[in-house]
């Protein structure tokens, strides 16, 4: 079972959320997509907090965790 992610983000910074699920952390893209039709997904965040960010890619409020994990 994947379980979400703690990162720290900050206000209005540019992410990119990991779609393929290669990158090293499963969450933030690192370029292990390179050669795949996989795109990463680009989000901010509106507020300088920690986030749960999804690892299993089966939430519906991608790139954060909803708790669909759990449901496995």
Known sequence: ???PVKKSLQ???KY????CGKSADGVMC???HAGSESKPQAFS???DKDYF???CKKSSKLPFCDGSH???
């Open 16 to 19: 990119f959320f990991c779609t």
């Open 70 to 72: 759990a449901k496995s």
């Open 11 to 13: 206000a209005d910074k």
């Open 45 to 47: 965040v509106s507020e």
């Open 53 to 55: 960010l999804c690892s």
């Open 1 to 3: 079972m994947s379980t």
């Open 30 to 32: 690192d370029g292990s």
